[in-house]
Structure formats: structure tokens, C-alpha cells
């Protein structure tokens, strides 16, 4: 019996929320004109040498870094954890796993907003350290440091849960063979561990980062809109200057360096996705 028709309704929305979109994308970025009428847009690629502005540039290179920042932040803090979480019994894996996704389960807003709640004059934070005599402190919101904590703590767990998978999944064996054979756990752990998670490393790189070099929520709020990234450009073009067509030239910009990292990520991870003990 065919059963092709069961994914029909997949590429209807994937057509309609997904093709047809980055269609308008493309078009808005390479033309210019009033949004209301299509038939008076006209062809040009001004959109994006507007974008080669040092201005936007500094934008962009900041939103880089932040992003750079959290993802490696993310697997300092992931890696050990996850390897914590691999190494426990199957019933306590569940329970700190379920511990991990509760956040998730929060809206992303929510989860952000409580930060604001966490980091103010009169928040948790500097309640605490008034408590022990460290505080209070000033400008622990409207920083980089700030929407870096934010984003770290929103991505973390996109970081952890593909380590933690490739870490269970490792068979031990290998790393009784190694101890076997003389090697110490530092050996063990550069040698065998971490060329098996490869894989799972890379893919929350991915995770961590796409996501990060692109939010506008996170530096919105706990930025305070001192703290521009190239996602708050981007909306702003959108729905407050309303000039689509640039927005849609720096999504198509994003676009391209999401797919090159992503391509770096994916070629690393070939070359390396076989390798066992080295």
C-alpha cells in the first residue's frame, strides 16, 4: 500500500511556512521599493553594500563573539555535566534528565524575564550578597555580562543533552581495554572519551551557537537595549524603521553564515567521527 500521502500535509506546511517565506526573503533582499506594492519593486543589490556599513559590522562582530563566548562557556560547563549525568544508574539518569528539560517546558520569555528578577538592584542575586556583606552591586543588568549569563543559561541544556547522548552511548569496553592496556584516566579521557564524544560535541556547538548569533530577545531584555546585536537590528527593521528590504538583505546575511558554520561543524565532524584511540 503507498503511504507517500501520510507526509503530504508535512510539504503543504513546510511549503507554506518554510519555502514560501525564504522565498519573500530573498526577494526583499535584492530589491527595493514600497512594501505595499511588489509590482513597483525594483532589482538592485544596495541592500547589501548598506550592510558593509563599519557600524552594522561592529554590530555583527559583536553578535559573533557574544555568540563564541556563550557556546564555548556552554561546553565548559556542559562537558563535565554531562559526563556526571552519563556516569550515574539508569533511574537517577531519568530524574536529573527530567531536571534538565523542566526549564524547557518554561517559555522562552518567561525564563529570560526571570533573569531581570535575578540580576536587579533589589533581585535575588544582590539580596544575597547584601545578606553576606558583598553587596549589593551595580550593573549587573544592561552589560554584555548579563546577556551573556542569559544565553548561557537558556542553551545550556542544548549543549549537555547531545554530549550526555553520545557519552551513553559509548561502549565500555573500549575504555577497559585502554585501562587495560596501561592508560591512565587522563589518557583514557583524551585518547578514547573525547574523540567518541566528537559527535556530540559538535552537534551542541551547532545548538548553542546558531541560536545565540541570532537572539534579539535575550539582549532586548537583560541588554536593555544598550546592548544591540544583530538580531535586534534585524527586528527593528522589520517593526519599527520598516524598511524590509534591509532586514531581509541581513537575514539572508545571517542565513549564509549560519550554513558556512555549519558546514565547518559538519566537515570537522566527518573527519573525525571515526577516530577512536588516537
Not at 551573556?148 to 549543549?159: A, E, R
Amino acid at each position: 500500500m503507498n503511504k507517500k500521502w501520510i507526509a503530504y500535509p508535512y510539504v503543504l506546511w513546510s511549503a507554506i511556512f518554510i519555502v514560501v517565506p525564504l522565498i519573500l526573503i530573498i526577494v526583499f533582499s535584492i530589491t527595493e521599493g514600497n512594501n505595499q506594492s511588489i509590482a513597483q519593486f525594483k532589482l538592485t543589490f544596495s541592500n547589501f553594500v548598506k550592510f558593509f556599513d563599519p557600524l552594522f559590522l561592529q554590530i555583527l562582530k559583536r553578535s559573533i563573539i557574544l555568540a563564541l563566548l556563550t557556546t564555548i562557556v556552554c561546553l565548559i560547563i556542559g562537558y563535565p555535566m554531562a559526563m556526571i549525568l552519563a556516569s550515574l544508574d539508569s533511574k537517577k539518569q531519568k530524574i536529573v534528565s527530567l531536571l534538565f528539560l523542566l526549564p524547557m517546558w518554561m517559555n522562552f520569555l518567561l525564563r529570560t524575564y526571570a533573569w531581570l528578577a535575578i540580576l536587579s538592584r533589589v533581585g535575588i542575586l544582590n539580596s544575597f550578597l547584601k545578606m553576606i556583606g558583598l553587596g549589593p552591586m551595580e550593573n549587573l543588568l544592561y552589560n554584555s555580562g548579563a546577556v551573556l549569563m542569559g544565553m548561557v543559561y537558556n542553551f545550556l541544556p542544548f549543549m549537555i543533552l547531545p554530549i550526555y547522548t553520545a557519552l551513553s552511548k559509548m561502549d565500555n569496553n573500549i575504555i577497559e581495554a585502554a585501562q587495560d592496556l596501561g592508560a591512565n584516566k587522563a589518557r583514557v579521557f583524551t585518547k578514547v572519551i573525547l574523540p567518541l564524544s566528537l559527535p556530540g560535541i559538535v552537534s551542541g556547538i551547532t545548538m548553542v551557537f546558531m541560536p545565540s548569533v541570532s537572539t534579539f530577545v535575550i539582549s532586548r531584555l537583560l541588554g536593555g537595549g544598550k546592548y544591540n546585536l544583530i538580531g535586534n537590528l534585524i527586528e527593528r527593521q522589520f517593526m519599527v524603521v520598516g524598511d524590509w528590504h534591509f532586514g531581509s538583505a541581513m537575514s539572508m546575511i545571517m542565513m549564509i553564515i549560519v550554513f558556512i558554520s555549519m558546514a565547518v561543524l559538519n566537515k570537522y565532524d566527518d573527519d573525525n567521527g571515526g577516530s577512536y584511540i588516537c
